[in-house]
């Protein structure tokens, strides 16, 4: 257990600012890395636990975990997750092509750069419109990208990264960071990084899960330890300015719950589109910027683990069964917070393709298996982890010939009959 320990650090001052002016939004408990899973069978060993609490800065507004947790532990080579298998990230990632297409007009000798490649699914756009592309990523799915003729290295992103980069293929017209901005440890040399490889004309876009539609539909289910920090815009501005950088163009999308698209280029390249105003003021209109929206989060993230209880309490006591369905790393948070295990849910199903199969929910005894089961075995109830996107997987199951309701679990635990 040492070495896990070791490996661990607490983040004592703000990733942005560096005040130490930080107070606790939510203390979600000890909870296990969101891809630590044993396989089904295995005898229970000691698993690591780390402390997880969202803590915002009393000077920048910005929210972050209060524990930063070795990459290694966190993103192993073996990490499972592969973007493409997602529908909504395949068409995000094309619509991130044709939106930069508009704001940036590519040449075949454009380099894009991806930091946080997975299995190459965003840069196969630009690299079907004729451009270099190259990818960066830590885990085994860069060699799902490389069959696809993708470059990639395999590596984690940083300053000597960058160097090594920039002196072999030269500076990026374009660099992507998305869903992994939010990830990596210090931030400011991030950006150091993605400077020393950013033409004087290119343009760095990221897109990262998005405080306001966290807050407001209670997604503490994607706090995990994976994402150090949870942007709003003006702390990306915060972060972005003093390294002259600015924001000119920005767009929510519907990944993960609720994203947002950030495009930054150094300062007066490029004009400042309007929805840059309009996204600051709707933070301030909701309450993000004074951080007064997350005053009475933590009371609604309590009462829906208690509302989730009361709801599969009788069901459990009817003797019905319960089946999860998806196995996304927010479904981990969901069911340590909740305090879900075997008995209330009886296992989780997921795609024949996923790496995730035949192995524990991390932290319980849940095993997630082939969604033929719940086909074959018609459970009373599937319990739809991945619940915001709950009405097209809801008309997917349909088709496919599941009988049962659906319990969505949040941001108001409910059964679904549809």
Same mark, same amino acid.
């Given at each position: 257990?040492?070495?896990?320990?070791?490996?661990?650090?607490?983040?004592?001052?703000?990733?942005?600012?560096?005040?130490?002016?930080?107070?606790? $939004?939510?203390?979600?408990?000890?909870?296990?890395?969101?891809?630590?899973?044993?396989?089904?069978?295995?005898?229970?060993?000691?698993?690591?636990?780390?402390?997880?609490? %969202?803590?915002?800065?009393?000077?920048?507004?910005?929210?972050?975990?209060?524990?930063?947790?070795?990459?290694?532990?966190?993103?192993?080579?073996?990490?499972?997750?592969?973007?493409?298998?997602?529908? *909504?990230?395949?068409?995000?990632?094309?619509?991130?092509?044709?939106?930069?297409?508009?704001?940036?007009?590519?040449?075949?000798?454009?380099?894009?750069?991806?930091?946080?490649?997975?299995?190459?699914?965003?840069?196969?756009?630009?690299?079907?419109?004729?451009?270099?592309? /190259?990818?960066?990523?830590?885990?085994?799915?860069?060699?799902?990208?490389?069959?696809?003729?993708?470059?990639?290295?395999?590596?984690?992103?940083?300053?000597? &990264?960058?160097?090594?980069?920039?002196?072999?293929?030269? %500076?990026?017209?374009?660099?992507?960071?998305?869903?992994?901005?939010?990830? *990596?440890?210090?931030?400011? @040399?991030?950006?150091?990084?993605?400077?020393?490889?950013?033409?004087?004309?290119?343009?760095?876009?990221?897109?990262?899960?998005?405080?306001?539609?966290?807050?407001?539909?209670?997604?503490?289910?994607?706090?995990? =330890?994976?994402?150090?920090?949870?942007? =709003?815009?003006?702390? %990306?501005? =915060?972060?972005?300015?003093?390294?002259?950088?600015?924001?000119?163009?920005?767009?929510?999308?519907?990944?993960?719950?609720?994203?947002?698209?950030?495009?930054? @280029?150094?300062?007066?390249?490029?004009?400042?589109?309007?929805? $840059?105003?309009?996204?600051?003021?709707?933070?301030?209109?909701?309450?993000?910027?004074?951080?007064?929206?997350?005053?009475?989060?933590?009371?609604?993230?309590?009462?829906?683990?208690?509302?989730?209880?009361?709801?599969?309490?009788?069901?459990?006591?009817?003797?019905?069964?319960?089946?999860?369905?998806?196995?996304?790393?927010? @479904?981990?948070?969901? *069911?340590?917070? &909740?305090?879900?295990?075997?008995?209330?849910?009886?296992?989780? %199903?997921? $795609?024949?393709?996923?790496?995730?199969?035949?192995?524990?929910?991390?932290?319980?005894?849940?095993?997630?298996?082939?969604?033929?089961?719940?086909?074959?075995?018609?459970?009373?109830?599937?319990?739809?982890?991945?619940?915001?996107?709950?009405?097209?997987?809801? @008309?997917?199951?349909?088709?496919?010939?599941?009988?049962?309701?659906? *319990?969505?679990? /949040?941001?108001?635990?409910?059964?679904?009959?549809?």
């Amino acid at each position: 257990m040492a070495k896990y320990v070791e490996s661990s650090r607490p983040i004592e001052t703000c990733q942005i600012c560096d005040s130490g002016d930080l107070s606790s $939004v939510l203390f979600i408990g000890y909870i296990p890395p969101v891809n630590t899973m044993p396989e089904v069978g295995s005898v229970p060993r000691e698993q690591p636990a780390f402390p997880l609490e %969202m803590v915002r800065c009393g000077d920048c507004g910005h929210v972050q975990i209060g524990l930063e947790v070795d990459p290694d532990v966190l993103f192993p080579y073996s990490y499972p997750y592969l973007s493409g298998s997602t529908r *909504i990230l395949r068409d995000n990632f094309a619509d991130l092509y044709q939106q930069c297409q508009e704001v940036l007009p590519l040449g075949a000798d454009d380099l894009i750069i991806d930091i946080g490649s997975n299995d190459g699914t965003l840069l196969s756009n630009f690299l079907a419109g004729g451009h270099r592309v /190259l990818g960066i990523d830590p885990s085994r799915a860069v060699e799902t990208a490389r069959n696809r003729g993708i470059e990639s290295l395999t590596a984690y992103f940083g300053t000597k &990264t960058a160097a090594a980069i920039k002196q072999s293929h030269g %500076m990026a017209k374009v660099i992507t960071a998305a869903n992994v901005f939010a990830h *990596i440890p210090e931030p400011h @040399a991030i950006v150091d990084g993605i400077l020393e490889l950013l033409s004087d004309d290119g343009v760095f876009i990221n897109e990262s899960h998005y405080l306001l539609p966290l807050v407001e539909t209670l997604q503490y289910d994607t706090v995990y =330890h994976e994402h150090l920090r949870y942007y =709003h815009l003006g702390a %990306m501005k =915060h972060l972005l300015e003093p390294h002259g950088l600015e924001v000119f163009r920005v767009k929510r999308i519907p990944t993960h719950g609720g994203s947002i698209r950030v495009f930054s @280029a150094r300062k007066g390249r490029f004009p400042i589109d309007a929805s $840059v105003s309009e996204a600051f003021a709707e933070e301030d209109r909701v309450g993000i910027t004074n951080g007064s929206a997350l005053r009475t989060f933590r009371d609604r993230v309590i009462r829906s683990k208690v509302e989730l209880h009361a709801l599969l309490a009788p069901i459990k006591a009817n003797g019905e069964r319960v089946y999860g369905v998806g196995a996304p790393s927010r @479904a981990s948070t969901l *069911i340590n917070y &909740t305090g879900l295990d075997e008995g209330l849910v009886d296992c989780v %199903m997921e $795609v024949s393709t996923s790496h995730k199969l035949n192995k524990y929910v991390p932290g319980t005894r849940i095993p997630v298996l082939d969604e033929k089961k719940l086909f074959e075995d018609q459970p009373e109830y599937a319990l739809l982890f991945s619940w915001h996107i709950a009405e097209d997987l809801v @008309a997917i199951l349909r088709k496919n010939g599941f009988k049962g309701k659906f *319990i969505v679990p /949040l941001p108001s635990p409910a059964v679904i009959d549809a």
